[in-house]
C-alpha cells in the first residue's frame, strides 16, 4: 500500500514531536533510535527512512527553529538598528526559538556544529549553518560593506556564535540575562574586526 504524501508529513512531525519528549525527558545520549521509534508506533526500520541518524534528528529540529527564528527575525526588525543591533537580533531571535529545546541541545551541537574536524559531516547541520551565515552576510551587506567579510572574519563570527550557544546552554541567570550581555558584547567586538575600527595594541583601555 503506497504512503500519502499528507501520511508522510503527519508521521515526521510524529517522529520528531515523540523524539523532543523523550530527548528533553532522557537526554540526548541516553535517547537510542529505538526508544522514539517505539514512542512514534514505528518499526525502527521505518523511522530510518525518514531519519538516517539521531543526529539528524535532533539537527533537524534546530534547523527548523534557526528557520523560524530568521522569519521572527525578519518580521521584528525596524530598518533602523545599526550593524550591532541588527546582528543582536537576528541570534537573539535564534535563540527563542531554540528555547524548548535547550534542555538537549548541547550535545547536538557539539557533534553536528562543531567547528574542529569531524570525519562524519551532519548534512542537516551543514546546511543550518550555511543559512546561518548567508543571513549574516546579508545582514551585513544591508550596512554598506561593499564586500562580505572574509573567510577569517566568518569564521571568527561562527566560533563566536557556537560560544555564544554553549554558555546559552547552561545560563541560569534570570531570562538569561548573562547571555544576552555575552552577545552584545561578541556582536561589537566582531562589528569591530570587520569595519576596521579595532584599537591598536598599545592602546590602554578603561576597566
Known amino acids: 500500500m503506497r504512503i500519502s504524501e499528507q501520511a508522510k508529513i503527519e508521521t515526521r512531525a510524529r517522529i520528531l514531536d515523540k523524539a523532543a519528549e523523550i530527548f ?12 522514539i521509534a517505539l514512542a512514534a508506533g514505528l518499526a525502527t526500520g521505518t523511522l530510518f527512512n525518514y531519519f538516517p541518524s539521531k543526529e539528524t534528528l535532533a539537527m533537524s529540529m534546530i534547523a527548523e527553529a534557526f ?6 527575525f525578519l518580521r521584528r526588525r525596524n530598518g533602523k538598528e545599526d550593524l550591532a543591533e541588527e546582528l543582536f537580533l537576528f541570534i537573539a531571535s535564534g ?4 528555547r524548548p529545546l535547550r534542555p538537549f541541545l548541547g550535545p547536538v551541537l557539539e557533534r553536528s556544529l562543531s567547528p574542529f574536524p569531524r570525519k562524519n559531516i551532519c548534512q542537516e547541520g551543514e546546511t543550518a549553518r550555511l543559512g546561518h551565515l548567508d543571513a549574516v552576510q546579508k ?4 550596512h554598506g560593506f561593499t564586500e562580505a567579510p572574509d573567510y577569517v572574519a566568518m569564521t571568527m563570527y561562527w566560533s563566536l ?3 555564544i550557544l554553549a554558555f546559552w546552554t547552561n545560563d541560569e541567570s534570570p531570562n538569561q540575562e548573562e547571555s544576552q550581555s555575552l552577545i552584545d558584547y561578541s556582536i561589537r567586538m566582531f562589528v ?3 569595519s576596521g575600527d579595532v584599537p591598536d595594541k598599545g592602546e590602554v583601555h578603561a576597566g
Open 192 to 194: 569591530q574586526v570587520i
Open 95 to 98: 535563540l527563542r526559538r531554540l
Open 161 to 163: 556564535y557556537l560560544g
Open 67 to 72: 528557520r523560524e527564528g530568521s522569519t521572527d
Open 24 to 35: 528533553t525527558l532522557k537526554g540526548f545520549e541516553d535517547t537510542t533510535t529505538r526508544d
Open 139 to 142: 545582514i551585513i551587506a544591508g
